[in-house]
Nanobody, 130 residues
């Protein structure tokens, strides 16, 4: 059974930093495409991952590029999202997800679209105060 558990959310002042963790079980972080998604208050979850990591590389949404860093520790089976220079509009529930049909290698490519992901975590709340 695949399980993804996010942690590290909280409240931070604008301009501050937070690092989120996504601990995976039932799936290896180096054997799947992994992504971070965001749902801002009153809106649906965004359709495209704000950050994605696979064996073929890393991609970011333009809104977080140069401020966020996604990484994974395959030995611990954890994916991270380091968030710097946070803005109030970054207040959201952040969820991690896994596309287990693709790895970004062996002829497969990773995609940021949410429809590609089968396993989802419950999410962790991040609040950025102005």
């Amino acid at each position: 059974q695949v399980r993804l558990v996010e942690s590290g959310g909280g409240t931070v002042a604008a301009g501050g930093s937070l690092t989120l963790s996504c601990t995976a079980s039932g799936v290896r972080t180096n054997n799947a495409c992994m992504g971070w998604f965001r749902q801002t208050p009153g809106k649906k979850r965004e359709e495209f991952a704000i950050a994605m990591i696979g064996n073929d590389g890393i991609e970011y949404d333009d809104s977080v590029k140069d401020r966020f860093n996604v990484s994974r520790d395959n030995a611990k089976n954890i994916m991270y999202l380091q968030m710097n220079s946070l803005k109030p509009e970054g207040t959201a529930i952040y969820s991690c997800a896994a596309d287990m049909r693709r790895t970004g290698s062996d002829g497969t490519s990773c995609y940021r679209r949410d429809l590609m992901y089968e396993a989802w975590g419950q999410g962790t709340q991040v609040t950025v105060s102005s």
